[in-house]
């Protein structure tokens, strides 16, 4: 498997546009979570799915943020419209339920520069 | 709300020596993951502790946990550059189902160097 896979790698975009990030899971994982990381706050979780449905957002930061995720093998997280202070790197994990490892895999993530 | 705190932020060793980072959260789990994470990089998943007294080792790294203090441990040993990185703990504390997976709150990470 090629593991969880994010597009794009990179991001720039003038305040005020709308940003999409895609998340394509590992095959047969059933959880898919989307975190934020910055240097003043580390790594956040924004909001997780289990089987599609969103189980979880109480970590999205306003409703500028939107997540879907329309089948198990995609989920989009949307900020419509960005503002400078959500630069940050988005990373996507994905895992599989199991008694014995729960671990997350993480996507290579997105970097996003707002200006 | 679970914190999740580690310790050293920062923390350059020499080479052939060795050191250990701690993770202390605040809330009852059982669950306890390392990661790394090299500069400009994804998170790597390093180690899963699943039980109290939980010992995993892999080459030169070794994690514990202690569920009762509520603590977990990353011991290097005669550290080498290649093991130059960030290292997050993140703890697993609502459980999603019985045997289900968990949101996971990362601590700080410890930005490791390792100077020949």
């Known amino acids: 498997d090629a593991g969880v896979i994010q597009s794009p790698r990179h991001e720039v975009t003038e305040m005020g546009q709308e940003v999409t990030l895609r998340c394509k899971p590992i095959s047969g994982h059933d959880y898919l979570f989307w975190y934020r990381q910055t240097m003043m706050r580390g790594l956040e979780l924004l909001i997780y799915?289990?089987?599609?449905?969103?189980?979880?957002d109480s970590g999205m930061p306003e409703d500028r943020f939107s997540a879907k995720m329309p089948n198990a093998s995609f989920s989009t997280l949307k900020i419509q419209p960005s503002e400078p202070r959500d630069s940050a790197v988005y990373f996507c994990a994905s895992s599989l339920a199991s008694e014995a490892n729960t671990e997350a895999f993480f996507g290579q993530g997105t970097r996003l520069t707002v200006v | 709300e679970l914190k999740v705190e580690q310790n050293p932020l920062f923390l350059s060793m020499q080479e052939e020596k060795n050191y250990t980072i701690y993770c202390n959260y605040s809330?009852?789990?059982?669950?306890l993951y390392w990661y790394r994470q090299d500069p400009g990089k994804s998170l790597e998943s390093l180690f899963v502790?699943?039980?109290?007294?939980a010992v995993k080792q892999e080459g030169r790294l070794m994690a514990s946990l202690d569920t009762k203090a509520r603590l977990s441990t990353l011991h290097i040993t005669a550290a080498v550059h290649d093991l130059s990185a960030t290292y997050f703990c993140?703890?697993?504390?609502?459980?999603?189902?019985?045997?289900?997976?968990?949101?996971?709150?990362f601590g700080t990470g410890t930005r490791l160097t390792i100077i020949p």
């Open positions: 799915f289990n089987n599609n449905v969103p189980i979880d």
């Open positions: 502790l699943l039980s109290n007294g």
């Open positions: 809330t009852t789990s059982d669950r």
């Open positions: 993140a703890v697993g504390a609502t459980r999603i189902s019985n045997f289900g997976n968990e949101k996971l709150t």
